[in-house]
């Protein structure tokens, strides 16, 4: 009897040292003597009121339980506090949403740590569950042991399955910012639950490893019940600030993960350098007529393109774009990217090419985009994804940098038009966004725009789709759906537009080309007009006023790219050039590739041999007499038989001394159209740009066409004085 009575006791002991239940250590062991001293000594009136025992919400563990107890309850607030982080991710998924089509299998890292870490997860649970030899918790030491060993091993298990996913995304989206500026804030949401979880099931994994171990400091039920109310049940023999530090602790992840991810969103760095070395002059006015010499030449190594700007033409190479001043060659200002690769918008090329622009200008030249090759399919959906650079043309500042997934790039005065989605020119703010379904203004629906088409919109509308048409002229036409830029449920259908054989129309200063009857032949050609694109638009305030173009095949691509004015193609075409007829390459009746020129300053049609500047000139190789040496030469003769320019090709163009060159193997043996070339593999080009005329000429030849490791030379012209 007294044997069982002292296992009564030890039993009784044993509860008091863990603070077994919410009774008292004393009242528990039957000591009623003891329990009356408690409630006479301490408090009296809850001595009597209780017989010795604490309130039922009143947790009074013996020291050191109260510890024990605090650090349990922590490890609580703490899962209940990833909890809180992962509601706070996903209200940020929701916010910061970019609407892109994010690849949700390149955030997974190929290491299956998904799996992994849920088994470890599970695992954890099976074995808690599990009791040991008949009784709920491990008592031997050597058990105490094995279960801390093998829980120990499933926290570094899930500890490096969250570190690998988080690095992975971190890594991400890391990339994308590193190539485009843009933040992809999503994944930062994504990340914030990456590490929400992990901390949840390591908080989780801890608890069921004191439970399991039977811990003297934890007499708490198993964590699977998840009682809330133990967070606020007072703790006797705790600190005063327990219970406001528990519930630190719970907000904690969120507050500390969701600083973190806000200041990330707001990191204003960016991968773009500009330098500015000079202003740029106010804009000259376009040269009529050429010079008889060059002003200037500059020799630059892997050449991309070159466009005009608002103020001078602007040049892109790998490095990034240049802006010259148009009076003398020199450099006004340099935009690099770190690490960009450019882009092409119509072709994979990746050499300068007339019919392959990487530069598309704004109808004023005020604005230029750029693409930007993005990490591919290691992040986004879509290999093809491409961040869109806005530049003004004037000050080389970036005014937005947008991803595009899909669709083109257009630019009106104000505004470009990435896929979808319309954004500010001067502050890269998204004006609107479309997609699916819309009705143009007569009412009638059309699908799957905006359309692949990249280039110059007109000077307030977009082309939101490009259809081909079946007609009986033989030049290509398509027919168009265009709208105002600032209201894309409104606008028209535009049927026989000219295009070129990429079955896209041609812009040119916002104007296109009309056939206004399908009566006509090859040989004779068809009636056509131009027609401003705004007006066609429904834009409010601009006239439809439109220009007879007289009868042509089609509209001349290069040479209305050239010098911004709308340039028309001669009759005389095969009889049956076929669907892939590219005028270029067709064996052409007539030398010229100009029928007439719009100038649209002046609104007056000319034909080749009234026509001054590059519009309608030719270019051929000459011979210069130097006195001691003969050098080789350009000679551009403006087609209306005003003076000619002469350039000297081999000539040093710091020394101005002949040297030994491959520039005369690469002078055309006999005029030829300088602007309208028959074929992309001429060694020249020229382009009209406010104060200057600039000719491009290939000195280096590439053996290899999709490659641009040439050297191109180009020359100013200025235009000649009075």
């Known amino acids: ?360 200008t704004s109808p004023d030249r005020r604005y230029l985009a750029v693409r930007v090759e993005g990490p591919g399919d290691d992040v986004l959906l879509d290999e093809e994804t491409t961040v869109v650079l806005t530049i003004d043309s004037l000050t080389g500042e970036v005014t937005g940098e947008h991803l595009l997934v899909d669709g083109g790039v257009q630019l009106t005065d104000s505004a470009v038009l990435c896929g979808e989605t319309a954004y500010s020119l001067s502050t890269g703010a998204e004006l609107w966004r479309m997609g699916g379904e819309s009705t143009s203004g007569s009412g009638e629906e059309w699908e799957g725009f905006p359309d692949s088409y990249s280039g110059p919109a007109g000077h307030a509308s977009f082309i939101l789709s490009v259809d081909s048409t079946d007609t009986d002229i033989v030049g290509t036409t398509v027919d168009l759906h265009v709208v105002p830029d600032t209201d894309p449920s409104a606008g028209a259908r535009v049927t026989g537009v000219m295009a070129h054989d990429d079955l896209e129309p041609l812009v040119v200063d916002g104007w296109v080309g009309l056939y206004t009857s399908s009566t006509g032949s090859a040989a004779e050609g068809w009636p056509a007009q131009a027609a401003s694109l705004d007006a066609l638009a429904g834009v409010p305030g601009v006239p439809d006023d439109r220009v007879d173009l007289g009868r042509t095949v089609g509209a001349n691509e290069a040479a209305s790219v050239a010098v911004q004015d709308f340039v028309v193609l001669p009759t005389g075409v095969p009889d049956d050039p076929g669907f892939e007829m590219r005028y270029r390459d067709c064996g052409w009746e007539t030398t010229s590739m100009v029928q007439a020129v719009l100038d649209l300053d002046t609104m007056t049609v000319t034909p080749p041999e009234r026509t001054p500047g590059l519009a309608a000139a030719t270019i051929g190789g000459t011979l210069l007499d130097l006195g001691e040496a003969v050098a080789p030469a350009l000679r551009i003769q403006p087609g209306d038989g005003g003076a000619a320019t002469t350039i000297p090709v081999s000539l040093d163009p710091a020394t101005g001394e002949p040297e030994e060159s491959v520039l005369s193997n690469q002078l055309p043996a006999g005029p030829h159209d300088l602007c309208g070339a028959k074929t992309d593999d001429a060694p020249y080009r020229a382009l009209s740009s406010p104060g200057v005329a600039v000719i491009v000429l290939q000195t280096t030849p590439s053996l290899d066409a999709t490659d641009w490791n040439d050297t191109y030379r180009l020359y100013g012209v200025p235009g000649a004085s009075s």
Request: net charge neutral; glycine share 10%; aromatic share 6%.
């Open 1 to 360: 009897m007294s044997d069982e009575l002292n296992d009564a006791r030890e039993g009784a002991d044993s509860l008091t040292a863990v603070g077994g239940g919410a009774d008292g250590g004393a009242a528990a062991s039957g000591d009623r003597t003891t329990g009356d001293r408690k409630g006479t000594s301490g408090d009296r009136t809850t001595g009597d009121r209780t017989g010795g025992r604490e309130p039922a919400d009143v947790l009074s563990p013996t020291a050191p339980s109260v510890r024990g107890h605090l650090a349990v309850r922590t490890l609580r607030a703490l899962r209940l506090g990833c909890l809180l982080a992962l509601a706070v991710a996903y209200g940020l998924s929701v916010l910061w949403g970019s609407g892109l089509p994010i690849d949700r299998e390149a955030l997974v890292p190929r290491a299956p740590v998904i799996p992994i870490a849920a088994a470890a997860w599970f695992l954890g649970l099976f074995v808690a569950w599990r009791p040991a030899d008949g009784k709920e918790f491990h008592d031997t030491p050597a058990a105490v042991r094995w279960i801390t060993v093998f829980y120990s091993v499933l926290v570094v298990v899930v500890i490096a399955c969250a570190a690998i996913g988080s690095v992975h995304v971190a890594r991400v989206w890391w990339e994308v910012h590193r190539y485009s500026s843009v933040d992809l804030a999503e994944l930062l949401a994504v990340l914030i639950g990456i590490v929400g979880t992990g901390t949840f099931l390591v908080t989780d994994l801890l608890l069921r490893l004191v439970y399991r171990t039977r811990s003297r400091l934890v007499p708490a039920p198993p964590p699977g019940r998840w009682p809330l109310r133990h967070l606020r049940r007072p703790l006797h023999g705790a600190t005063g600030w327990a219970r406001p530090g528990l519930v630190a602790v719970a907000l904690t992840p969120s507050l500390v993960l969701g600083t973190a991810a806000a200041i990330t969103h707001a990191w204003p760095e960016t991968p773009n350098r500009l330098t500015t070395e000079q202003a740029l002059p106010d804009p000259l006015p376009v040269p009529g007529v050429l010079a008889p010499e060059a002003g200037w030449s500059l020799d630059v190594p892997d050449l991309l393109d070159v466009a005009a700007g608002a103020a001078g033409p602007i040049m892109l190479t790998p490095g990034g774009l240049t802006a010259l001043d148009p009076r003398d060659g020199s450099t006004a200002w340099t935009l690099e990217r770190e690490g960009a690769s450019f882009a092409s918008f119509r072709s994979s090329l990746t050499r300068i090419s007339r019919y392959s622009p990487f530069i598309v």
